[in-house]
């Protein structure tokens, strides 16, 4: 994870400026004027995904360690790269980038109040926990990645339109790649832990994705969005950021056995969403056909 942590804030910095070229202000006033699907992605967000980290940890016998980790994964602001994958899966951009802006922003006050309340209600014990106001930097540099590029790249849009038209296709693909070389290099780097990752927490961390796959899928049917805020929605409550969670839980804890949850979602919700992004295309197909 080390070269994330180095490389990972330039690299997304230039994606998210490339993602706000085909954006215009136009798409964030449509959210404001119909708020629905962004209410509903701060729910399962904020909401939903500690309510399934709490329900896991009280009802399934793992080791303290692990369910702590499970905790802390819900309760963590949407992953940047949540925005690239929205755009590339079809989804709503300006709702996904809306949505990964407040989650980041308010994450400083969200994650301590989430595991302190496990702590006292379940455990009963917060000698484990050594909070301090690094928290407060950390979600805050988070928002300048997301906000601070989106901001400059729909200026430079909507001031040199014609010239991000042009150059937006060619920035789409260095994105990818700036994209896939942050993630294959990262999994690279940690290829000698993986196994240790999987065999302590894989299967807890495929059962928090499955039960939240299924909330936010059942969510969004039930208030009826449309197909792109769907995506956005379903992506931005599934795709954590691991990289905030490690430093974060190195933060709170001393013990680095309440990471490895963190890890290994951090790697495998790629693999779920590559494989939910792989229905899409085939449903997309089918239809069209």
């Known amino acids: 994870m080390e070269f994330v942590k180095l490389a990972g804030p330039a690299g997304m910095f230039f994606i998210m400026f490339s993602l706000a070229l085909s954006i215009k202000t136009s798409a964030f006033k449509a959210i404001a004027s119909n708020p629905l699907s962004f209410y509903l992605g701060l ?15 009280l009802t399934i016998p793992f080791p303290v360690e692990a369910k702590v980790g499970i ?10 790269t949540s925005n690239f994958l929205t755009k590339k899966m079809g989804g709503n951009v300006a709702l996904s980038i809306s949505l990964t802006a407040v989650t980041s922003l308010i994450a400083f006050l ?9 702590f006292l209600v379940v455990i009963q014990d917060t000698s484990i926990i050594i909070f301090n106001t690094s928290l407060i930097g950390a979600s805050l540099k988070l928002f300048a990645i997301v906000t601070i590029p989106v901001f400059l ?22 994105s990818a790649i700036v994209f896939l070389s942050i993630i294959g290099i990262a999994v690279y780097q940690d290829l000698y832990l993986i196994p240790e990752y999987i065999k302590y927490a894989g299967i807890k961390t495929v059962l928090l994705f ?16 449309n197909h792109k805020d769907k995506i956005t929605v379903v992506v931005e409550t599934v795709m954590q950021n691991g990289g905030i969670g490690i ?15 963190v890890a290994a ?16 295309k085939i449903q997309k197909k089918t239809t069209y056909e």
């Open 210 to 225: 499955f039960f939240a796959f299924y909330m936010s899928i059942f969510l969004t049917k039930l208030f009826k969005l």
């Open 153 to 174: 790249g729909i200026i430079f849009n909507t001031i040199f339109y014609n010239f991000s038209k042009k150059i937006d296709p060619i920035f789409d693909k260095i």
């Open 265 to 280: 979602y951090a790697l495998l919700q790629y693999l779920f969403v590559f494989i939910y992004f792989t229905y899409i």
């Open 71 to 80: 905790v802390l994964i819900t309760c963590l602001p949407s992953a940047v």
């Open 247 to 261: 430093v974060i839980g190195a933060l709170i804890f001393d013990n680095t056995k309440f990471l490895f949850p």
């Open 43 to 57: 729910v399962t967000q904020l909401i939903g995904m500690p309510l399934i980290g709490f329900i896991i940890a």
């Open 110 to 118: 969200t994650i301590p109040i989430i595991i302190k309340i496990y």
